[in-house]
């Protein structure tokens, strides 16, 4: 991609990065506080993106979408693209908890199709790697405790249906509790997967150069955090809950112990 | 010291036995004074309460409790225990005491775990204070067994299910949503049942009430009781999606609130739960409701289930609790016993280092003045012998304290070495 052209996407990711703010307060408060400002940035983030798009074709002298980071690039664009104009037509505010945060993450990844320099240093590389895994570990915890909390909502859930109280109706937590702590785990580990993920893929952008993205553990692990996405977006949208929210969480946690497996190697990168 | 107590209870007699031994508020002071004025009578409680009517007292070991109450009831109720017969219950010592304690936590009570008899018991033990009628002994006895209903309270689930039905309707919706705060409640038919379950559910914290009836005045009437909003009876299904819970009670002859609505409704709630309570019988929310994720739905039948199984859980927690008290009641009583053969250990000691003191205070005057090696060994010297002496005495005290015989043994060993009374 053009030097200038990368500038001006990683402008457009910065304002879209409101738009993950967003449905991150959205899970936690249940209302959306931040719609606005994130709508704004999220158009002002688009013109970057077209600006970005244009810079490329006319530096390249061609339609920027012959590789990869390019058609990434010109997808999440039509995407803002698309959904701005629907907004505008129907006020569909409830699917951009999906979409700000899906664009903002298809443009980061669109920005790491240029190889840049080596590490300035193996401790900056190493501390990199130990942030990623770090905040992936925290995020599997939250993860976690989501998940038992839910089946644990399930469980509950159960004998409120059943009307015949037994023990678990006199032992477990109320509904709304466990509701309540499943947003906030829910949320923590979003933001923790979120924030790995970016380290996690800038930091194999770096050390793999181009070919970072053709790593079929990056691959999995996007597609982990699409699925986080997803059960985040129905959880605000539609209000899953019990046993839809249940079954999905703990499908989650299964492609988490994927993605854990495919990256079980990862230790041995720090001694190299 | 002789602690009875006597009474008569729901367990042992019917209403009408119970109502004629019932001293009123305003008669116990005199009550008090006058069976506190008996001879050898030390000290006195009366619990008078709708289910219990028990005299305490403490009298003189020379005295005999049973016939200064009888006497006193005889006196004053024109009934005597030994004429009341059947009904009456007498409990001594060590009985009186777990009785007491058992009282206090509620395990005597018609349902079991209900807190207000430990609040009448207070109020006896605060009316027989102000009337003098309390001093010392019965006031460690009965604040061991205010704090023995506590921890009962505290560590057993005894007082924690709810036992009625419009009580057990608050604890659900507890169940359901945590806090009731910022929830709203919609009455759909203003009726009595209604109304005292949404009383429950305000003071529990629910914010918000909405009243729909067919009677638009008495939607109104309702809604000013509880700072609510009536609503239009025709279009109360519009506003469901606001209510978290929704109590039904109307007369209607058919379902008002169907499954086909609710799918509706909940759709629009965005999946929030919604407890629905149907108290009408011909029952007005259709029964496959429930089916539905994330509402539920509890007929009269449902609620009166949830209430037994309260009752049996807090049966089971009854069983934890008994064996609280026995253990309380073993604490208790090993505490007396100390209490009660503790001064005479004490005055025993108290004369031994008199004696010893005097004479080796008549030696120095004699002999003296010692060296302070002379001195030590003056001291330990003396010390081992008087140690020697109480030793037998003391520990024949202590291990006759609390037996029938420990009077004895006390009175014979207070003679033996003249200690004062």
């Known amino acids: ?108 990844v669109a920005t790491l199709g240029n190889p840049v320099s080596a590490w300035s240093s193996p401790v900056v590389r190493d501390t990199w790697l130990t942030v990623h895994i770090v905040l992936v570990l925290l995020g599997y915890a939250a993860l976690l405790f989501t998940a038992v909390a839910s089946v644990v909502y399930l469980f509950q859930e159960r004998e409120l249906k059943a009307k015949k109280p037994r023990k678990f109706y006199y032992r477990l937590p109320p509904l709304g509790t466990l509701d309540d702590l499943i947003s906030k785990s829910m949320a923590v580990g979003f933001v923790l997967i979120t924030l790995a993920v970016i380290a996690g893929s800038t930091w194999a952008f770096v050390e793999l150069k181009t070919a970072w993205i053709q790593q079929p553990k990056i691959v999995i692990s996007f597609f982990t955090w699409g699925v986080y996405l997803a059960l985040v977006c129905l959880r605000i949208t539609a209000g899953w809950r019990g046993r839809k929210a249940a079954i999905m969480t703990v499908t989650l946690v299964g492609f988490s112990a994927i993605t854990w497996a495919a990256h079980a190697r990862l230790g041995s990168l720090l001694l190299k | 010291m002789k602690l009875l107590i006597t009474g008569v209870s729901h367990k042992t007699a019917p209403v009408e036995v119970r109502e004629c031994l019932a001293f009123r508020e305003e008669t116990l002071p005199a009550a008090l004074a006058d069976l506190k004025s008996r001879d050898g009578v030390s000290e006195a409680v009366i619990l008078s309460t709708c289910n219990r009517v028990e005299i305490t007292v403490t009298t003189e070991d020379s005295s005999d409790p049973r016939a200064i109450v009888d006497s006193f009831l005889a006196d004053h109720k024109a009934v005597s225990p030994g004429a009341g017969g059947p009904h009456f219950y007498r409990h001594e010592g060590r009985d009186a005491i777990h009785h007491l304690f058992r009282v206090a936590a509620s395990l005597d009570s018609m349902v079991v775990g209900e807190p207000q008899i430990l609040g009448q018991l207070k109020a006896a033990y605060a009316a027989a204070r102000n009337a003098g009628a309390v001093r010392g002994w019965l006031d460690g006895v009965f604040t061991r067994a205010f704090s023995v209903a506590k921890r009962v309270r505290s560590e057993t689930g005894i007082g924690q299910m709810a036992v009625s039905v419009s009580y057990a309707a608050v604890e659900l919706a507890r169940k359901i949503f945590g806090p009731l705060s910022n929830r709203t409640v919609m009455i759909v038919g203003a009726g009595k049942m209604s109304e005292l379950a949404a009383r429950h559910l305000r003071r529990s914290g629910a914010s918000h009430v909405f009243v729909t009836n067919r009677t638009p005045e008495r939607a109104v009437e309702m809604a000013e009781l509880f700072q609510g909003t009536p609503v239009d009876y025709t279009r109360f299904t519009a506003m469901l999606p606001e209510a978290d819970i929704v109590i039904a009670s109307s007369a209607a002859p058919h379902y008002i609130l169907r499954k086909d609505e609710m799918l509706r409704v909940i759709a629009a709630r965005r999946n929030r739960p919604m407890f629905l309570i149907d108290i009408a019988v011909p029952r007005n929310i259709e029964p496959s409701v429930n089916e539905i994720d994330n509402v539920f739905l509890y007929d009269i039948d449902d609620l009166q289930e949830v209430v037994n199984a309260n009752l049996r859980e807090r049966m089971k927690e009854a069983e934890h609790a008994e064996a609280l008290v026995a253990e309380e009641v073993g604490r208790m009583m090993a505490r007396l016993k100390a209490a009660e053969v503790a001064p005479t250990i004490v005055g025993l000691q108290e004369q031994l280092e008199q004696i010893r003191a005097a004479e080796v205070e008549k030696a120095r005057r004699k002999y003296g003045p010692f060296t302070p090696e002379q001195e030590e060994a003056v001291e330990a010297l003396t010390r081992g012998i008087i140690n020697k002496i109480a030793h037998g005495p003391i520990s024949e005290l202590r291990s006759h304290a609390g037996h029938p015989e420990g009077a004895h043994v006390i009175a014979a060993i207070r003679k033996a070495f003249h200690l004062q009374d």
Not at chain 1, 37 to 55: K, N, P, T
Not at chain 1, 60 to 70: A, G
Not at chain 1, 77 to 82: D, E, K, P, R, T
């Open chain 1, 1 to 108: 991609m053009a030097e200038m052209s990368v500038i001006w996407l990683r402008v457009a990711a910065v304002l879209y990065s409101l738009g993950l703010l967003h449905a991150i307060l959205t899970l936690v408060r249940r209302r959306e506080h931040l719609f606005d400002v994130a709508l704004g940035a999220f158009g002002l983030g688009s013109v970057f993106h077209f600006v970005s798009i244009i810079e490329e074709g006319i530096v390249n002298h061609r339609w920027p979408i012959t590789n990869f980071y390019e058609t990434l690039s010109m997808c999440a664009f039509l995407i803002a693209v698309l959904y701005l104009l629907v907004h505008w037509r129907y006020k569909v505010e409830s699917l951009s908890v999906f979409l700000f945060p899906l664009v903002f993450v298809m443009a980061l």
